[in-house]
């Protein structure tokens, strides 16, 4: 099973602040990596397919990159309704996901 | 739109059985792969099955040999048949679009299932 490992598993962020999270594989799963969002309550969202390509309706702040098995979603100018945790997921092989990193305004 | 809505979910002791399904509307159903995720009270998410749109089913080791996935596409509707069910199998369940080679583009509201004596 290929072991997905997010840091930070938390943190507290201000308005505008450009935010990273990683997300780490256990062995190279070229970019087959996606990334979601799940707001408190709500049901997971996803933000970007294959490492980095964009999805439609979601705000251009949202980015990612990487391959292999470094990985990062990058947030430009954090809105206040970013607060949510993030999760990455992999389908090199029998799907995982990441522990998760929740955000919260400081 | 698209809508993808289960339903099934309940409390049930351990050992027990629960079917889960899913009703998807505003896509072509057949044309779509579909899965389980699953999320336990306050944990993370972990993919629990998923079926080609032609049946094909793969299974988390963790579900294999006790949960069945099966689709009706003529009722636009994901099954999943829940055996010997354990505590450790209490979480919401959410109907994707998506199998295990494939991101998950929708995703339904979820059912919550409670195993507990």
């Known amino acids: 099973e290929i072991v997905l490992t997010q840091s930070p598993e938390f943190q507290s962020v201000t308005p505008k602040a450009k935010v990273t999270i990683t997300c780490r594989a256990s062995e190279s799963i070229g970019t087959s990596l996606h990334w979601y969002q799940q707001k408190p309550d709500q049901s997971p969202k996803l933000l970007i397919k294959y490492a980095s390509q964009s999805i439609s309706g979601v705000p251009s702040r949202f980015s990612g990159s990487g391959s292999g098995t470094d990985f990062t979603l990058t947030i430009n100018s954090l809105e206040v309704e970013d607060v949510a945790a993030y999760y990455c997921h992999q389908t090199s092989s029998s799907p995982t996901f990441g522990q998760g990193t929740k955000l919260d305004i400081k | 739109d698209e809508q993808l809505v289960e339903s099934g979910g309940d409390l049930v002791q351990p050992g027990g059985s629960l079917r889960l399904s899913c009703v998807v509307s505003g896509l072509t159903f057949r044309n779509y792969a579909m899965s389980w995720v699953r999320q336990a009270p306050g944990k993370g998410l972990e993919w629990v099955s998923g079926?080609?749109?032609?049946?094909?089913?793969s299974y988390a080791n963790s579900v294999k040999g006790r949960f069945t996935i099966s689709r009706d596409n003529s009722k636009s509707t994901l099954y999943l048949q829940m055996n010997s069910l354990r505590v450790e199998d209490s979480a919401i369940y959410y109907c994707?679009?998506?199998?295990?080679?494939?991101?998950?583009?929708?995703w339904g509201q979820g059912t919550r299932i409670t195993v507990s004596s």
């Open positions: 994707v679009t998506g199998n295990s080679f494939t991101y998950f583009d929708y």
């Open positions: 079926i080609t749109g032609s049946g094909g089913a």
